[in-house]
Every structure is written in C-alpha cells, then in structure tokens.
C-alpha cells in the first residue's frame, strides 16, 4: 500500500464515482478501479460496494476513509510547513570546517549570514579530522586541498597560498636556509597531519627548477596554529598559509625561508552532497559565503 493508492481512494469516494475521479486525478478509470482493487485485496475486505449508478461504502470502507481523511489532511499540512519553510528561509544547517578556516576566516560570514536570516539555526564543528557528509548528516563541509570523492560537489572558494617559515633562533642553530639543496639533515620539519591530507614531502620550484624535500620530523600536529607555535619555538621549519603567518613575520618571531621560490598553492572548497532540491537557507549561505570570499580576493589583490 501506498501513499499514491490511498489518495486515488479518497478521491474515488469525494467524487462518488470511477469516472470523475479518473477525470480529477488525469488517470485512465481502469487505472483507478485497478488501484482500488489492489487496496481491497491488500486489505483484505471489500471497501466499496458498486453499482452501475454509484458507489457506495462499507462499513469497514467508511472506517478506512476517515483514517485516510486524516492522513491526507496531516501530509497537506506538512507539505504546506514544508513549503513555507522554505520561503522564510528557516531550519538548521550543519556544517564542518578545518580549525583555523573557520576561526580565521569563514566564522565572521556565518556570523553575518545569521544576523541576515533569524530563524536559520547553525550546528558548527571545527574539526581537522576528515567527515563523511552523508553518515554524519553535515551540509556543508570546507575541504583543504583536492576533492577525492567524485559524487560530491565542490565550489572553490579559495587558494591557500603557503611558504616556508622557520625561527631565527633555529636558523642559528642549524644553519641558514639559502637554497633549497639546504633543505637536509641536520634540519627537521614540522609536520601536519590534519584534514587536508598533505603530503609530508615539500615541493618547489623556481622556472624549470623543481625540488622534492622530505625532512625528518620531531614534532607532529594535527593543526595548522600548533604547527606555527612549534616553529616559534625552534622545532623545525613549517610550510604554513601565509595569512597564518603573517603576525608572527611583522613581530620578527618567524622568517620567511627562500621567498623567491614558490610552493603548490592548496584550493579551498565548499563542499556538499547534492545540487537539486537544496533547501533555500544552505543554497544562500553557500552563494553568501562564495560572495563574500570574493570580496575579500578583491580586496585583497588592491
């Protein structure tokens, strides 16, 4: 039994007849009496009893159709809260981020996405551990570096542009970095093992040069602001997002190691699990974020 037999039931017996339900519902009138013959017998009692003038119902038919009155009545009402919903722009939306994303950049948006829409309700966990979108019932999920799984969807809201630091204190104790052929023992990196999933082995390059530098580690961590308090402290040299960086470069706690060689930039995404059937308030706040972000780029390139 189905949802689509008991509402060709219902109307069957509003119409008072085959035909002008057949004629309602845009359906053949063999159709109908098939489906309410397939209801009768998945019940197991005879709902109607029928005449070539009318129709007319039994006992149990009557019982049966009120119950079917009030299902029908319930899911209109849903249907209507479900629709209304959607056009206030309402309900809750979860989402996952790496740590320093969100604290660094994308939690001041949600902040201002909420103020524009009161009754959006926002479940955030800052997380550097991989999710699965779908088991684990987020939204929304901000993926560093490449998209593994092909069934989702992925907007690109940014590239980290990152460089390599060390303290000057370290750099006193091991040796200046001039070249990357200096990248070797007896210097150490510090390693990040979070949700982006990098490599440990570094990649640069400069023109037609390009150099693969795997350094032993002392220290691992599993975010990116740990990873730069540990280079603070002398623990090794950090390939880190420059807007991580930054303060500690103004105040001289860090340095920037060979800055005319470049370093893979790592995209940023948004990432969700489906395209149709969005509800409207995780569609805007993807459109918001994705705005905002822009704004900051071009702010950002003047």
Partial sequence: MDLNTVAIFAQVVECGSFTQAAEALELTKSTVSRKVAELESHLGVRLLTRSTRHITLTQEGELFYQSCAQMMDIISQAELEVTANQDQVRGRINIAMPVEVGQQVLIPYINEYLRQYPNVVIHLDLTNKPVELISEGIDLYVQIGPIEDSS???????????????SPEYLKQYGEINAPTDLKDPHYQIRIDNAARVNSAWQISQNEQEFHIELPH?????????????CVDSLGIALLPEFICLP?????????LLPEWKMPEVPISLVYSQR????????????????????RHKLGSR
């Fill in 276 to 295: 149709n059937l969005m509800p409207k308030r995780l569609r805007l706040l993807i459109d918001f974020l994705m705005s905002k972000m822009e704004e």
């Fill in 248 to 256: 500690h470069l103004e105040t001289g706690r860090l340095v920037h």
């Fill in 152 to 166: 989702l969807i992925a907007r690109q809201f940014h590239s980290s542009h990152r460089i390599l630091v060390a």
């Fill in 218 to 230: 002392r220290i691992q961590v599993n975010t990116i602001s740990a990873a730069a308090d540990a």
